[in-house]
């Protein structure tokens, strides 16, 4: 066997030194990434006009159903003329939805952005086009006939469903088509809400999985495409403007925080609620068809208490920024808004969480309001923008959607603390978040941590192992199967590198070809050269990066690659499974191992 000369004499302390020719950067995009870019105003445009659709939609059937008449006015359910009998009415839809969800498509059930997640990551980012008409049309029906439901939810998996079928004309990838989806989510909430930056923040807190430059630019491009075209449809300016502030200085820090606190509570209590009621569900000895139209009886009921409770609820909203609402009045809305928005969620109705959410929390600080200085519609922004933080495990997002929605910047340190403090509370109390425990309950698990890839850091020269053992490409074949069947010799590896004169590895040799020889027999005087010569040979170079060698030792299915150098392609080490195995165990060891660098008395 021949030995490569050790690559320490090419590099300082044995390592190898980058070389230009790797050609890498800080990102991975590529001119590819125009083609999404150039398809975004599409889907951009689309998920604008989607979310028109869903609003008109659900004003008609509100109308329809409350008032028997065809439009599309904005109406208060209080005043609706039907009585006592309006609480027949959530019922009606939630038949419907249910006869719609059993025999179109199940996927329209829930609130729409754990499907969006789950066909992101486990469907290839492929939505069935039923799914984009059905989604609405449920959402619509369901909201219209009094369901305590947002419209985002629902408009985040329409635009999706847009983006992903304009997506399906193409010859995309998985990931383009992921890109596309979420950029028809983004546009559709931005137009619904005015919130392009918090749409942005969103899709990539909640949906991209990744911050690449190939995703993010084609996202925010479809948001500020809905955000242009949503004066032309929408009413301009914040959806509800506040002109409220806080001082963090003093006390009103620990008040904030305090606020955040309590909607993290708040936020774990509410999805203990949803899942508890949908387990109580799951034991009803009937059809799942039928669980919604349960979940609208205690709607209609809940409705005869606190009719401001049912439907999107936005004049409710801007009633608690207001502090137009009386204590009782909200803590009736509070407490009969989170009975039938956990009760109909946990039944599978068609409906969003982040209008309830807002609500729900906006009504807790405005509760809060009433003991601390400053006027009770702060506090209850505050407290809108903590419970979402800490319900959907979304900090920024809900910090800055609140700016938007209320076009007020100077609260913006102030929901920061608050969001954080929440989203402390549920991350720590909480595995799963109200969005994700659906999903793990169908057996996928989802990991929201965003961090570096460690062989998007390492380089092959970092792992490979230097000192090489090697067979000649001059060995004839016969002596290379008995140096693998000699038990005298010692253990051998599964493979070995077979090298010319010069160092250069023509080929590798493994226990299996030796074996298929044995069986097959060789032509006399045939060298190992000879044998391997031909053979696909995957091959690797110090200065590359660990994932790029991955991927080819992947695809090839190889488990030991010769590593050379670039200018002479001379043998310098090799790299095999287990050193890639070191790479994950590095950063193990970096999240788990605690030292004490700086001894007391050291300067």
Same mark, same amino acid.
């Given at each position: ?108 059930r829930g609130h729409g952005i754990p499907e969006a997640i789950e066909a992101i990551l486990i469907g290839s980012s492929r939505i069935q086009p039923k799914v984009a008409v059905l989604k609405p049309l449920s959402s619509a029906i369901s909201i219209g006939t009094g369901g305590p439901f947002g419209a985002e939810g629902p408009i ?20 383009e088509r992921k890109t596309l989806l979420v950029a028809g989510a983004a546009a559709g909430m931005t137009a619904i809400f005015g919130t392009p930056v918090a749409a942005v923040l969103l899709a990539v807190e909640l949906l991209l999985f990744e911050w690449k430059p190939r995703s993010l630019i084609p996202v925010a491009t479809a ?12 009413? #301009?300016?914040? =959806?509800?403007?506040? !002109?409220?502030?806080?001082? @963090?200085? *003093?006390?009103? &820090?620990?008040?904030?925080? /305090? $606020? ?94 982040? #209008?309830?959410? =807002?609500?729900?929390? !906006?009504?807790?600080?405005? @509760?809060? *309001?009433?003991? &601390?200085?400053?006027?009770? /519609? $702060? ?41 954080v403090a929440a989203y402390a509370v549920t991350v720590l109390l909480l595995k799963r978040s109200i969005l994700t425990e659906k999903i793990a309950r169908r057996g996928h698990h989802i990991l929201r941590e965003y961090i570096v890839d460690p062989f998007e850091l390492t380089r092959v020269g970092d792992v490979m192992v230097a ?137």
């Amino acid at each position: 066997m021949s030995r490569p000369a050790d690559p320490a004499a090419h590099a300082p302390h044995g390592r190898a030194a980058p070389t230009r020719s790797a050609k890498l950067g800080d990102f991975t995009i590529d001119r590819g990434a125009l083609r999404l870019i150039a398809m975004a105003p599409v889907v951009g445009t689309a998920g604008t006009a989607a979310a028109w659709v869903l609003l008109q939609l659900i004003a008609l059937v509100t109308n329809f159903a409350y008032f028997g008449r065809f439009s599309t006015a904005a109406v208060d359910l209080g005043h609706s003329p039907l009585g006592m009998t309006a609480a027949l009415v959530p019922p009606a839809g939630c038949l419907i939805i249910g006869l719609m969800a059993r025999y179109g498509s199940e996927k329209i059930r829930g609130h729409g952005i754990p499907e969006a997640i789950e066909a992101i990551l486990i469907g290839s980012s492929r939505i069935q086009p039923k799914v984009a008409v059905l989604k609405p049309l449920s959402s619509a029906i369901s909201i219209g006939t009094g369901g305590p439901f947002g419209a985002e939810g629902p408009i985040i998996m329409t635009g999706g469903a847009l983006g992903s079928l304009f997506a399906q004309l193409f010859h995309l990838t998985s990931a383009e088509r992921k890109t596309l989806l979420v950029a028809g989510a983004a546009a559709g909430m931005t137009a619904i809400f005015g919130t392009p930056v918090a749409a942005v923040l969103l899709a990539v807190e909640l949906l991209l999985f990744e911050w690449k430059p190939r995703s993010l630019i084609p996202v925010a491009t479809a948001a500020i495409v809905a955000a242009a075209l949503r004066p032309l449809l929408f009413d #301009a300016g914040p =959806l509800f403007a506040f !002109g409220g502030t806080v001082d @963090l200085s *003093g006390p009103a &820090l620990a008040a904030v925080i /305090g $606020v955040g606190i309590a909607a993290g509570l708040g936020s774990g209590l509410l999805t203990a609620l949803v899942y508890g009621f949908e387990d109580l569900f799951e034991r009803l000895p009937i059809h799942w068809m039928w669980w919604p139209v349960l979940g609208g009886v205690v709607i209609g009921l809940g409705g005869l208490v606190e009719p401001a409770a049912l439907g999107v609820g936005y004049d409710s909203i801007r009633a608690l920024l207001a502090g137009h609402l009386p204590p009782a009045d909200v803590l009736r809305l509070l407490v009969v808004k989170a009975v039938i928005w956990s009760v109909a969620l946990g039944s599978g109705t068609s409906g969003g969480v982040l #209008a309830p959410l =807002l609500i729900m929390g !906006g009504a807790m600080g405005a @509760l809060e *309001g009433t003991v &601390l200085p400053g006027g009770s /519609g $702060v506090w209850a922004l505050l407290g809108m923008a903590a419970m979402m933080g800490g319900t959907m495990r979304s900090p920024l997002t809900s910090a800055i959607f609140a700016v938007e929605l209320t076009g007020n910047l100077g609260m913006l340190p102030a929901l920061l603390t608050a969001c954080v403090a929440a989203y402390a509370v549920t991350v720590l109390l909480l595995k799963r978040s109200i969005l994700t425990e659906k999903i793990a309950r169908r057996g996928h698990h989802i990991l929201r941590e965003y961090i570096v890839d460690p062989f998007e850091l390492t380089r092959v020269g970092d792992v490979m192992v230097a000192r090489v053992d090697t067979l000649p490409a001059v060995m004839p074949v016969e002596d290379a199967v008995a140096f693998f069947t000699d038990e005298a010799g010692g253990p051998r590896h599964k493979s070995y590198p077979v090298v010319d004169a010069a160092g250069r590895p023509v080929g590798m040799v493994a226990r299996a070809d030796v074996l298929r020889w044995t069986m097959s027999g060789w032509p006399r005087g045939t060298t190992l050269g000879d044998a391997v010569s031909g053979l696909p040979l995957v091959t690797g170079h110090p200065d590359e990066l660990v994932g790029r060698l991955a991927d080819r030792m992947t695809e090839a299915d190889a488990g030991r690659v010769p590593v050379i150098r670039r200018e002479d392609g001379v043998l310098v080490g090799i790299v095999a499974r287990k050193d890639l195995l070191r790479v994950r165990a590095r950063l193990r060891t970096e999240e788990m191992e605690r030292a004490r660098l700086l001894l007391p008395g050291q300067r």
